[in-house]
């Protein structure tokens, strides 16, 4: 079967690093994407790993391990807009859908 | 470049009635996905189309429907609404097969079952 999983809740200060993990089980697998999503807005995209290894992006990367099932996202220099739910899915073998966790609520403290 | 657009934004019902949400993707994009949002079971994938085919289901009963038109814009249906069925509903276009997968989302239509 499919099943993905990451932390219900974290907490952390400005200026800190925060790493989010996401594990998942899946027989096909097409990228694991993750998501930012402020309260009463839309999801939005922050990155996508399809092969092993580190994405950087500015504050933001992305890690993902396939043998493993595994995946990072970690946030440098944490500033209090970074408070969101943060979202891992992979997906598909087709590339038809996208399978979400149930998403990491962080809260960014000063 | 004009984003993904939904209406109605929200939307209250009644038990037993059924409700038709609309999505027009980003220009030039041909798959469309819809989403339920709940708090309690995260966003979860409703169907996705392209070329006015459906691709892919997820697990939601057959009262969950939806097309596409030729211009890729889509409709999703939910007949004889359930309280249960209370929920952002989000719609996500991309380019399709060939492309990268990544997706973006609309606003949602906010669908509250009384």
């Known amino acids: 079967g499919q099943n993905i999983d990451q932390p219900t809740e974290m907490t952390a200060t400005e200026g800190a690093i925060v790493q989010i993990n996401c594990t998942y089980q899946?027989?096909?697998?097409?990228?694991l994407f993750w998501y930012q999503q402020h309260a009463g807005e839309a999801p939005t995209f922050l990155s996508y790993?399809?092969?092993?290894g580190l994405e950087e992006k500015g504050r933001f990367s992305s890690f993902l391990s396939r043998s493993k099932g595994y995946s990072y996202l970690l946030l440098k220099e944490l500033q209090m807009k970074d408070s969101a739910s943060y979202l891992c899915?992979?997906?598909?073998?087709?590339?038809?859908?996208?399978?979400f966790g149930k998403g990491t609520t962080l809260s960014v403290s000063s | 470049k004009a984003g993904v657009t939904q209406t109605p934004r929200y939307l209250i019902k009644t038990r037993g009635q059924q409700v038709t949400l609309s999505c027009s993707p980003i220009?030039?994009?041909?798959?469309v996905s819809w989403y339920q949002q709940t708090p309690g079971q995260g966003l979860q994938f409703l169907f996705e189309?392209?070329?006015?085919?459906?691709?892919n289901k997820g697990n939601f009963p057959g009262r969950f429907s939806g097309r596409q038109f030729s211009n890729s814009r889509s409709e999703m249906n939910v007949s004889t609404l359930e309280l249960g069925d209370s929920a952002l509903y989000l719609c996500?276009?991309?380019?399709?097969?060939?492309?990268?997968?990544?997706?973006?989302f609309g606003p949602g239509t906010r669908l509250t079952v009384t």
């Open positions: 220009s030039g994009h041909r798959s």
């Open positions: 996500a276009s991309s380019l399709g097969p060939g492309h990268s997968y990544e997706q973006y």
């Open positions: 899915a992979f997906a598909n073998q087709a590339g038809t859908a996208l399978i």
């Open positions: 790993n399809v092969l092993d």
């Open positions: 899946t027989s096909g697998f097409n990228g």
């Open positions: 189309y392209f070329s006015e085919t459906q691709r």
